[in-house]
């Protein structure tokens, strides 16, 4: 079984640039979530896809941005970077059963620093 | 007030020792709970899920949960220095359409030889 991988590993972006990262779910996982976890905090949701649709939105402005394909990876897109962007963004995959205990798993992260 | 709050730490136990690690949540309705284990400049690892009151075991490691008290913990039985991470308290929070996880903060646990 594979679990969630996640690209690149690390990243470094000035203010105001574009940034696309990358997750590959787990085997037999269809839905993917996107979190942001900055120094010393827990991760934050940010948004969650299925079925190739953005099914629920944390608070984070439109800037953020994502994809699902219909081999269940997806991709965060962040546009016009700001410093306080930097950051360990964390993939989760997990497979719907019903019901409120769905586990997810993380992919290692992306490290993004904000010049 | 946050929705899921642990207490910083760090928590420091000798090696050996029971680790206890606290967690509330303000959301009654929520249903499912979840400890993460992550090591420095690594990602969260899912160590344990519970969803009913009382104790879920396995290992070493045992969940606890109280939903009239809005409580969940973490017990982790004979300490090891390698178990020196900080351990995250997650929430299912469920909305129409989709579900995510809340966290704490984390609480940092470092256990000496």
């Known amino acids: 079984e594979t679990g969630v991988t996640q690209s690149p590993t690390h990243l470094i972006k000035t203010r105001g640039q574009q940034v696309t990262l990358r997750c590959s779910s787990q085997?037999?996982?269809?839905?993917v979530s996107w979190y942001q976890q900055a120094l010393g905090q827990g991760p934050q949701f940010i948004f969650q896809?299925?079925?190739?649709?953005?099914?629920g939105r944390g608070n984070f402005p439109p800037r953020f941005s994502g994809l699902q394909f219909p081999n269940y990876s997806s991709e965060l897109n962040v546009n016009a970077l700001e410093l306080d962007d930097s950051a360990l963004y964390l993939c989760a995959s997990s497979f719907p059963t019903g019901g409120a205990y769905n586990e997810q798993f993380f992919g290692p992260g992306t490290r993004l620093t904000v010049l | 007030q946050k929705e899921v709050e642990q207490n910083s730490g760090p928590l420091s136990v000798p090696e050996g020792a029971i680790a206890s690690l606290n967690c509330t949540y303000s959301?009654?309705?929520?249903?499912?709970f979840f400890w993460y284990r992550q090591y420095s400049g690594k990602s969260p690892e899912l160590i344990m899920s519970i969803y009913s009151n009382g104790d879920k075991e396995d290992g070493r490691f045992t969940a606890q949960l109280n939903k009239a008290s809005q409580y969940v913990s973490l017990l982790i039985r004979d300490s090891q220095p390698s178990d020196s991470a900080t351990y995250l308290c997650?929430?299912?929070?469920?909305?129409?359409?989709?579900?995510?996880?809340?966290f704490g903060t984390g609480t940092r646990l470092l256990v000496s030889p």
């Open positions: 085997s037999g996982h269809n839905t």
């Open positions: 959301d009654r309705v929520s249903q499912s």
């Open positions: 997650a929430v299912n929070r469920v909305r129409t359409g989709f579900q995510k996880l809340v």
């Open positions: 896809y299925y079925r190739e649709e953005e099914n």
